[in-house]
Protein backbone atom coordinates (compact mmCIF):
# COMPACT_ATOMS: atom_id res chain seq x y z
CA UNK A 1 0.00 0.00 0.00
CA UNK A 2 2.86 2.33 1.14
CA UNK A 3 3.93 1.97 -2.83
CA UNK A 4 0.51 3.50 -4.30
CA UNK A 5 1.50 6.48 -1.94
CA UNK A 6 4.88 6.63 -3.28
CA UNK A 7 3.45 6.48 -6.91
CA UNK A 8 0.77 8.77 -6.51
CA UNK A 9 3.33 11.81 -5.02
CA UNK A 10 5.97 11.16 -7.55
CA UNK A 11 3.41 11.57 -10.21
CA UNK A 12 1.43 14.85 -8.76
CA UNK A 13 5.25 16.29 -8.55
CA UNK A 14 6.22 15.16 -12.14
CA UNK A 15 2.94 16.76 -12.90
CA UNK A 16 3.84 19.97 -11.63
CA UNK A 17 7.10 20.27 -13.13
CA UNK A 18 5.44 20.06 -16.58
CA UNK A 19 2.62 22.57 -15.91
CA UNK A 20 5.77 24.77 -14.75
CA UNK A 21 7.44 24.15 -18.07
CA UNK A 22 4.26 24.85 -20.21
CA UNK A 23 3.36 28.23 -18.16
CA UNK A 24 7.53 29.26 -18.92
CA UNK A 25 6.57 28.02 -22.97
CA UNK A 26 3.83 30.05 -22.86
CA UNK A 27 4.90 33.85 -21.21
CA UNK A 28 8.21 33.30 -23.04
CA UNK A 29 5.66 33.42 -26.55
CA UNK A 30 6.37 29.96 -28.09
CA UNK A 31 2.66 29.47 -28.87
CA UNK A 32 1.95 33.15 -30.19
CA UNK A 33 2.46 32.62 -34.30
CA UNK A 34 -0.27 30.64 -34.97
CA UNK A 35 0.01 32.11 -38.80
CA UNK A 36 2.85 30.53 -39.59
CA UNK A 37 2.33 26.97 -39.15
CA UNK A 38 -0.62 27.44 -41.26
CA UNK A 39 1.22 28.21 -44.30
CA UNK A 40 4.37 26.12 -44.02
CA UNK A 41 3.19 23.39 -46.03
CA UNK A 42 2.66 25.80 -48.34
CA UNK A 43 5.36 26.18 -49.04
CA UNK A 44 7.35 22.96 -48.65
CA UNK A 45 6.59 21.57 -52.05
CA UNK A 46 8.39 24.65 -53.71
CA UNK A 47 11.58 23.98 -51.57
CA UNK A 48 11.91 20.41 -52.49
CA UNK A 49 11.72 21.92 -56.25
CA UNK A 50 14.68 24.11 -56.10
CA UNK A 51 16.82 21.26 -54.03
CA UNK A 52 16.01 19.20 -57.32
CA UNK A 53 16.63 22.17 -59.43
CA UNK A 54 20.40 22.92 -58.15
CA UNK A 55 20.90 19.02 -58.14
CA UNK A 56 20.71 19.23 -62.23
CA UNK A 57 21.96 22.35 -62.73
Known sequence: MEV???????SII???LFFIAFIKSV???QYED?????V???FD???V???K?????
Not at 4 to 10: P, S
Not at 34 to 38: E, N
Not at 53 to 57: G, L, S
Open 14 to 16: IAV
Open 34 to 38: TYTPS
Open 49 to 51: TEK
Open 53 to 57: EKIQE
Open 4 to 10: VYITIGV
Open 45 to 47: DEL
Open 27 to 29: KSG
Open 40 to 42: RML
